[in-house]
């Protein structure tokens, strides 16, 4: 079992950042991939980022490279999604989700998930 619970989001202008963070708890985590998607209303869940626990390799939508980067902190058993230049497209709920063993980037994939950040870019 895997808890994830997602803070940070908000309301920021275009143009701006904003720093996701994703608090990761249980007794296996060590095993799993965690990964970020958005999903906007009306819309599919979209993948943004993923990362390996153990090792840290990393995958990055291409809609999304350059813009926004995923880290982790094994100490604080946290991971992070930071988003620059954000724009109003941008604007939806951001997901935090775990999946075992290597980063992917199908939502089906994923056996957890946390309840959501809003995230909002004005113009």
């Known amino acids: 079992q895997v808890q994830l619970v997602e803070s940070g989001g908000g309301l920021v202008q275009a143009g701006g950042s904003l720093r996701l963070s994703c608090a990761v708890s249980g007794r296996t985590f060590s095993r799993y991939a965690l990964g970020w998607f958005r999903q906007a209303p009306g819309k599919e869940r979209d993948f943004l980022a993923a990362i390996r626990w153990s090792g840290g390799s990393t995958l990055h939508a291409d809609s999304v490279k350059g813009r926004f980067t995923i880290s982790r902190d094994n100490a604080k058993n946290t991971v992070y999604l930071q988003m620059n230049t954000l724009k109003p497209e941008d604007t939806a709920v951001y997901y935090c989700?775990?999946?075992?063993?290597?980063?992917?980037?199908?939502?089906?994939?994923?056996?957890?998930w946390g309840q959501g950040t809003q995230v909002t870019v004005s113009s």
């Open positions: 989700a775990a999946v075992q063993g290597l980063p992917k980037s199908q939502s089906y994939d994923y056996d957890y």
